[in-house]
């Protein structure tokens, strides 16, 4: 696995999956990931969220919302297909196809499997949109089924609000 840094022949021991949170299909892997047995520990965090942003200051945050992005504890960084492959290389059951996707074949394949996850996930996010962007939880949205969306901006609680 190539992560593209100085820590390339590092060691991996453990791993930290950064995803997003309010992406279903991103919950729905974290909770397959979880469940797995794993052979190198994974950490999966928020993405953009405050403890992402406090282990990995150096990091692009609102990158990490667009696409997965794993860093191993010696500061590898892998994105994109890299990224899927190093995470099922830390599963016991999986890390064989890792090895098979490592390879110029496999990279397609993995590729066009991480192409059709963003098109799926970018089909969610349009459909969500309102506006331009999509409401998140962390930006003060909140939907009740029976009033509908609502906002309280940051700072706010009730009806009161502080002013600056």
């Not at 799926?120 to 909140?142: F, I, N, P």
């Amino acid at each position: 696995m190539n992560g593209g840094t100085s820590a390339d022949r590092t060691p991996v021991r453990r791993l930290t999956v950064l995803y997003d949170a309010e992406c279903s299909l991103c919950a729905f892997l974290r909770g397959w990931l979880v469940r797995q047995p794993q052979l190198v520990p994974l950490e999966l965090v928020p993405a953009g969220s405050e403890e992402a942003r406090r282990r990995f200051p150096g990091l692009d945050h609102g990158t990490t919302l667009e696409e997965i992005t794993v860093v191993g504890d010696a500061g590898q960084v892998y994105r994109d297909t890299a990224a899927w492959i190093v995470t099922l290389w830390a599963l016991r059951e999986h890390r064989p196809l890792a090895h098979r996707l490592s390879t110029p074949s496999g990279a397609r394949l993995a590729r066009g499997a991480v192409l059709a996850a963003a098109k799926w996930r970018g089909a969610q996010w349009q459909k969500d949109q309102w506006g331009g962007t999509v409401y998140r939880r962390s930006d003060g949205w909140a939907y009740d089924p029976r009033r509908g969306w609502f906002h309280t901006p940051p700072g706010c609680a009730g009806d009161s609000c502080a002013t600056g």
